[in-house]
């Protein structure tokens, strides 16, 4: 299912969801975090050893942060954070980011 299925979010605003979408399509690394959270802390430090900047957006910070996660679950099947997009495909969350980047593929998704 891709990120912009019609399908998504019957229960939740669609001005919400466009939200969404449109805050992961705002830059080529996208990090819906919580400030606090060791795993998303993780993701960002792995991409600030490779030197590729991104937007994150602190759930934790936001009245907003449990409609998003559930529509974050909609989009990848997880309401947990992080949920890392790069180029718009989510990555995953931080455990799966720094194995991306230890196996030498996530380099791959800035191509």
Do not use: H
Not at 46 to 73: C, S
Not at 92 to 110: H, T
């Amino acid at each position: 299912m891709g990120i912009f299925s019609s399908t998504l979010s019957t229960k939740m605003s669609s001005q919400t969801v466009q939200m969404v979408k449109d805050l992961i399509k705002s830059d080529v690394v996208v990090i819906f975090s919580k400030s606090y959270c060791p795993y998303c802390k993780l993701a960002k430090e792995v991409f600030e050893k490779i030197n590729k900047p991104y937007t994150a957006i602190e759930l934790d910070n936001r009245d907003d942060a449990n409609d998003i996660q559930e529509i974050l679950e909609e989009i990848t099947g997880a309401r947990t954070v992080p949920r890392v997009f790069v180029n718009g495909t989510c990555l995953g969350g931080g455990s799966d980011v720094k194995a991306l980047y230890e196996n030498g593929k996530l380099q791959d998704y800035f191509k």
